[in-house]
């Protein structure tokens, strides 16, 4: 989710102005914190740690309490430590000189912390020496040790010289070479980004910035570049464009036409040497086509490469004359090919000019939905790679697979004792997570292309499973009617997502000891395959031997085992698990502390694994209903219980966590408010036990049916009330109220769950407040009515197993059992009532700010939304009096709603395509989906191959086989006509509509939105041109349209828990004003980042985001440019090339850009980033409307006004449709079109547009405020300017040319001038930082925290802004 900063402080009332980041900007964004809603993140308290929740970030308590830091940024003794520890990392680097063969000695930059092998590296990426991949590295004669540490080396300094000396090639080693000579020429070629392999992406932003922005800022002047700009952006791009074509998505990028150094480099047909060459050294032979056209076969031997005398029939081994015999394959190539020795030199530069950040690959796949028709080349590695499952080069594990569960299990088994451990294993558990997602997405692609024997062959496909490579696969169906009763084949294919997240949840909390497997879960062609690492000797035995925890039957046999429990206990706080008995089969009491289904199995290897987490959290009853049970009536207003095609859906983790920090919030207001009226009492001396207990049974009452708002409000202020009466508080009460100020602020908000009472409050003094009994009757009270499991302390925990069919609970228990049940209603009930509400109202005010499918999931799911209430919240919108302000999100949300009931229909229709039809069946599905054209006919491939005799006998038995052409027969009304009824039985939401284009005229949506999203959630990539949607006459999609499917992959995302709260400590420094150390802090973090993820990955992206801001609002804009330049490129890699958050960087990018004074390249940007918006969500989206006040500031800055009135007019309609006609923005907007029309000299439009912001301005703020002076004063000014030119217009029209005429002042704009503008739109204010300043803004900061703290902000603050707060619209 974005924020941005300028909607903060309505929101937030106690949040200082100095919100520089956008509110949480950098972690909002990655899903790291999924939970960091706005208000806790720019709350000046408590910030740093509410966002940890429930060990997101992948770490135990132990750290949590090591690293923790409260709220007015002291940080305690743990915090200190941490930052020793990263003082010890970071020891000073060295250089040394080292000299290859046949170039000069060069001076390399090393650290101490790294290994040999790491300058091995960097010499095979040098442009002088990229072409040695077999040396070794000699210090005064002695080999280095590849592994070694360089600080573990004796005698190597500052200034040691090593010497590069040349090694004999293996078999291994010739074979790494080719590797490494083919992929530099590879190097430019964008074939691999197209086809999603390797961890290849695409990246644009080199197009639009020409190169490197660093050194183009110093190159140009900035005097005469005004002249040198064409401003005039592609007629799409303009406002009120209504076409959207797609070909600008991927613009043709002039590096890319590949310099062609060979024609073929290939293995020759005379592999392997026989036995009497390899006696001489003979390891391989190549088969290589200069560019030339020679032909020529080599000989790769220990010594190097040679010319022999093969030819492509006859076999002569022996050296050729000259044989040219070079260590280095290039070297020979260039002796014998001019045109390789030159293409490969130019390519080379260019190589390594490129970015980095558009070099490295991304620890996960991202795939391109569309993609030019790119030639198919013959590759030799390529065609290896296909056909050998490529285990023995990667891995450096000589001539054995991985075993993927060891790797997994050992590495969380690493120590984390302090910093350099725990960075040691975050790094670890991360890459082998990204090379195990790799590999079971290879893996299970070819199980469902058929390349993989099951291990049960006789049975049918749908229940076939299959070993590839040490992981474990199973299709995604109902076998032997395992889930018959919880929805058969619909259960099957939801049980392995909610697995994955009970296996994300339990590897988030990390209990040492406890071990799941490694999971992924992969949607491809129509099936969905679900990849688990196989516990050592699960093979050997049965099912019922193994399980000695949990129930392999749903409940109906169960058994429980100590260690587990103890394991499991640990968990149970983190996870709100209660521990709770069931019946087995006997009658006997088992006591469990997860689902039953959860099985502990103790593997050969002596570990404790738990596997089938799929109930790990508890039933979502709005989508279960249960005879006899009664919803809460919010959930029944809504139409709930409603029925879901299988019994497994649950509520989400975030959701369990916002229902308990609700709770949470209601007992402390519920425990005050009790202490009081007793305090009250006792001040009035009559002991009146009525009144607490009419209370008490009152917020009962109210606390059993979900707490909607109004009684949270209400309990509030009843409290203050009490506060008013008790104005002679004495001591003991401020002891209470200040426990419950404290708890709320240091406990970590309900993170803990824990016991977190009165009794165990911070402050010291009051050690425990509960001796008395009437005290400890409060808190019992309040336990009951907010449904804690505990009587002393607010402990909520819920039973997973409740309404699971076939799960019995002893008589005993059945008190608790009705509690549980009360407490999941009331979950259901606050999912209603309380989240979707609060969704919408974030949607209102702008603090989410959905674009696309993507975020719109996001965002549902930060607040612990389900998908499947996408119809509930589509209603929920309807209804909302402010529908007209919430257009754009309903528009996506329709969008959305539609494309996953086709993709849902997509699903079942890909499952009867057989593997040489599944290009025309795509093309038809689409046809019907998006073309006008109405009797869309499917054309069945002209079978290419006809056999004479058509033998019946073979029967092929890949998923999907079989002679079936009933897709063929799909028609465009019926398609529609399905996704209306799936509309209707997932979602609960009517689509009166019976075709595409209806659906466009009623909801306004984009026919290439909706093909984006269908291809994104299906996986196809489709050719790159522009479709016609809309002839009547023909379909727009053949089967040539559609180049290929990919899989869908979801996995677990390891974190990097300490960089996080560096992260996080830094945003929370920078929102309370104290710039550098929040620099110093995010710097820090990145730092990290960089150590557990690698460069690339969605975190660094928001910390390299976060930074530029900071050091743009610190004044250094050429380092604010590199930092979003990187920022810019690792979200295309990232993210993808359109994501939205590409966008966001794109625009941030343009600011500084023009900071910088590279006004041409601050216009590419934006307006890339604008035809990306349109393609991804239309013009008609509040974003648009920032997003258009850039271009027409820059464009006015340039002096281009008729553009710049287009865009800032466009500008304003959408801001006063979705902020309102009386909103700041408006005023702002408004503004700036004035400015424009003053620079035209239409001094009448100009006085229209500043007079509607003047009203604006002293509406809202009142005559005296800044903002309504600053408007008044321009309005005296543009009225003089036009009287001074009317009298001049009436002097010409009076003396006719002989008229004397005064000089007026028509001024261009001053760049600085048109910068203010941009940052105040940007939401980025600027703080004279004279060193007093500083100081009393530090002062300023401090005062309001002490206020807020003492409970005492009930007096208004906005009253008093900071003198900062007038420079920037508060809306």
């Known amino acids: 989710m974005v924020s941005k900063t300028d909607d903060i402080p309505a929101s937030v009332p106690n949040c200082n102005p100095v919100d520089l980041a956008e509110a949480g900007d950098g972690a909002q964004d990655s899903k790291a914190t999924s939970k960091t809603s706005l208000k806790e993140s720019c709350g000046c308290g408590h910030s740093a740690d509410t966002a940890m929740v429930n060990g997101d970030g992948a770490h135990g308590h132990t750290e949590e309490a090591e690293s923790k830091q409260d709220g007015n940024g002291e940080t305690d003794g743990g915090e200190e430590s941490n930052e020793q520890e990263v003082i010890v990392i970071q020891d000073t680097g060295f250089t040394v000189k080292i000299q290859a063969p046949g170039t000069e000695p060069f001076d390399l930059q090393v650290s101490p912390q790294e290994m040999v092998q790491e300058i091995h590296q960097v010499l095979m990426d040098r442009e002088d020496t990229c072409h040695r991949t077999c040396f070794s590295l000699q210090l005064d004669g002695n080999v280095l040790d590849n592994f070694a540490e360089l600080k573990s080396i004796e005698g190597l300094q500052e200034g040691s010289l090593l010497k590069v000396v040349e090694e004999p090639y293996t078999v291994r080693e010739a074979r790494i070479h080719v590797r490494h000579i083919r992929d530099l020429l590879k190097s430019l070629d964008p074939s691999d980004a197209y086809n999603g392999v390797d961890c290849n992406s695409l990246s644009f932003l080199s197009i639009f910035t020409d190169g490197d922005l660093g050194d183009s800022g110093k190159r140009k002047k900035k005097g005469n570049e005004l002249e040198q700009i064409d401003c005039t952006p592609p007629e799409h791009i303009l406002p009120g464009s209504k076409e959207r074509p797609l070909v600008p998505l991927q613009p043709q990028n002039k590096d890319w036409k590949p310099m062609q150094c060979l024609k073929v480099l290939t293995m020759s ?52 004359n000259p044989s040219f015999l070079s260590h280095s394959l290039v070297e020979l190539l260039s002796q014998i090919s001019p045109a390789f020795k030159k293409n490969f030199t130019a390519l080379q530069k260019k190589r390594v000019q490129r970015h980095p950040f558009e070099r490295i690959a991304t620890p996960f796949q991202v795939y391109s939905w569309t993609a030019p028709q790119v030639d198919h080349a013959m590759d030799c590695v390529r065609a290896e790679d296909a056909y050998t499952s490529r285990l023995g080069y990667e891995e450096h594990i000589p001539g054995q697979t991985r075993d993927w569960n060891e790797e997994l299990q050992t590495t969380r088994e690493l120590p984390r004792k302090n910093l350099p451990e725990r960075l040691l294993r975050e790094r670890a558990i991360f890459k082998v997570h990204s090379d195990f997602a790799a590999a079971a997405t290879r893996g299970a692609m070819a199980v469902i292309d058929g390349n993989v024997m099951a291990i049960n062959p006789g049975e049918e496909t749908r229940m076939q499973m299959f070993i590839w490579n040490n992981i474990f696969f199973s299709l995604g169906f109902d076998v032997r009617d395992h889930y018959r009763e919880l929805g058969g084949d619909a259960a099957a294919h939801a049980a392995p997502t909610n697995d994955l997240n009970g296996v994300r949840a339990y590897g988030a909390v990390d209990v040492e000891g406890l071990y799941t497997l490694g999971t992924v879960v992969v949607d491809y062609r129509g099936y969905r395959v679900t990849a688990q690492s196989i516990i050592p000797g699960i093979l050997e035995r049965e099912q019922e031997q193994s399980v000695i925890y949990g129930s392999i039957d749903f409940g109906k046999t169960v058994v429980s085992h100590s260690k587990y429990l103890d394991l499991l206990e640990k968990t149970s706080r983190p996870l709100k698990v209660q521990r709770h008995s069931v019946l087995n089969e006997k009658n006997e009491t088992v006591e469990l502390c997860s689902s039953v289904e959860c099985k502990g199995i103790i593997g050969n290897d002596g570990r404790h694994y738990i596997l089938d987490l799929l109930r790990t959290f508890p039933p979502d009853l709005n989508f279960l209903p249960v005879d006899g049970e009664e919803l809460p009536p919010e959930s029944q207003r809504q139409g709930f219980p409603r029925q879901h095609r299988h019994r497994l859906a649950c509520l989400r983790q975030e959701l369990i966590e916002a229902f308990v920090e609700h709770r949470y919030l209601l007992f402390m207001k519920m425990a005050a408010l009790q202490l009081m009226q007793q305090k009250a009492n006792k001040d009035t001396k009559t002991d009146t036990p009525a009144i607490t207990e009419a209370s008490e049974t009152t917020s009962e009452s109210n606390a059993d049916t979900a707490q909607t708002q109004t009684t949270e409000s209400d309990s509030s202020s009843a409290a203050e009330v009490s506060t008013d009466n008790t104005s002679q508080t004495d001591n003991s009460t401020s002891a209470a109220s200040q426990a419950v100020t404290d708890s709320e602020e240091n406990s970590s908000k309900p993170t803990t769950n824990g016991p977190l009472d009165l009794t165990t409050t911070q402050n010291g003094e009051c050690k425990s407040p509960l001796e008395d009994p009437k005290s400890r009757e409060v808190v019992l009270n309040a336990c009951k009515a907010v449904g804690s499991i505990s009587n002393t302390s607010f402990d909520i925990r819920f039973n997973p197993d409740i309404f699971s069919p076939g799960v019995r609970f002893p008589d005993d228990s059945t008190d608790d059992v009705q509690k549980q049940k009360q407490l999941l209603k009331d979950a259901a009930a606050f999912l209603v009532s309380c989240q979707i509400p609060s969704l919408v109202k974030d949607c209102l005010d702008h603090s989410a ?43 996506i949300g329709i969008s959305e709603l539609i494309t996953r009931c086709a993709k849902h229909i997509f699903k079942t229709y890909l499952q009867g395509v057989e593997l040489s039809a599944l290009s025309a069946a795509v093309s038809h599905f689409l046809n019907c989906f998006l073309s006008s054209f109405p009797d869309a006919v499917a054309h069945l491939p002209p079978d290419e191959l006809v056999s004479r005799r058509k033998s019946r006998k073979r029967r092929n038995r890949v998923p999907g086989g079989g002679d079936n052409t009933a897709w063929a027969s799909l028609t465009p009304s019926e398609l529609w006509k399905n996704i209306a009824s799936e509309a209707q039985s997932y979602y609960h939401f009517t689509i009166q509509c019976e075709s595409v284009d209806q659906v466009v005229e009623k909801y306004g949506l984009q026919k290439t939105t909706l093909l984006r999203e269908i291809s994104i959630k299906t996986g196809i990539q489709i050719l790159i041109k522009e479709y016609n949607f809309d002839s009547r006459h023909k379909p727009a999609f053949t089967e040539e349209d559609i180049l290929n499917i990919f899989p869908v992959v979801k996995h677990v995302n390891p974190k990097a828990s300490d960089a996080f709260h560096f992260f996080q400590s830094g945003q929370a420094k920078v929102q309370q004003g104290f710039l550098k150390e929040g620099c110093e802090l995010i710097n820090e973090a990145l730092n990290l980042f960089n150590n557990v993820y690698g460069a690339m990955h969605v975190e660094i992206c928001a910390c390299l985001r976060l930074l530029a ?46 900071a910088n004074g590279q006004l041409s390249t601050a216009l590419k940007l934006l307006y890339r980033a604008r035809y990306l918006m349109l393609l991804v969500s239309g013009e008609d989206h509040p974003e648009m409307a920032l997003l258009d006040s850039n271009i027409g500031l820059v464009l006015h800055g340039v002096m281009e006004y008729d553009l710049s009135l287009r865009f800032l007019e466009n500008a304003l309609t959408i801001n006063t449709k979705y902020h309102g006609p009386r909103s700041l923005k408006v005023a702002l907007s408004h503004h700036l079109v004035a400015r424009v029309y003053e620079s035209k000299a239409e001094f009448r439009s100009a006085l229209q547009h500043e007079k509607e912001g003047y009203t604006i301005y002293k509406n809202q703020m009142g005559e005296a405020h800044e903002k309504t002076k600053e408007s008044s004063e321009y309005l005296k000014y543009l009225t003089q300017q036009a009287v001074a030119l009317q009298r001049t217009m009436n002097e010409i029209y009076k003396n006719g040319s002989n008229a004397s005429i005064m000089p007026l002042k028509f001024t261009a704009p001053s760049m600085a001038s048109v910068l203010e503008q941009l940052n105040i739109i940007n939401g980025i204010i600027f703080i004279p930082l004279s060193q007093k300043d500083l100081e009393n803004l530090k002062a300023e900061v401090q005062r309001r925290q002490q206020l807020q703290e003492l409970g005492k902000s009930e007096e208004p603050i906005e009253d008093s802004p900071l003198e900062l707060e007038d420079k920037i619209p508060i809306d």
């Open 269 to 320: 047909g005379w592999n392997p040497p026989p036995g009497n060459r390899k006696m001489h050294g003979d390891l391989m032979y190549l088969y290589i086509v200069t560019a030339e056209e020679r032909h020529v076969s080599v000989t790769a031997s220990t010594r190097g490469f040679y010319l022999n005398q093969s030819t492509t029939y006859t076999f002569n081994p022996k050296p050729a």
């Open 849 to 891: 700010l959905p674009m696309d499918g993507v975020t719109l999931t996001e965002a549902l799911h930060q607040r612990g939304i389900n998908v499947r209430y996408l119809g509930s919240v589509l209603e929920f919108v309807d209804k909302t009096p402010a529908k007209a302000q919430l257009e754009h999100f309903y528009r």
């Open 1109 to 1154: 801001r900071l050091n743009y609002i610190m004044g250094d804009h050429p380092e604010a440019l590199s930092n979003q330049q990187k920022a810019v490129l690792m979200s295309e890699r990232v993210l993808g090339i359109e994501h939205p958050n590409t966008i966001q960087e794109y625009m941030h990018l343009a600011l500084y850009c023009f």
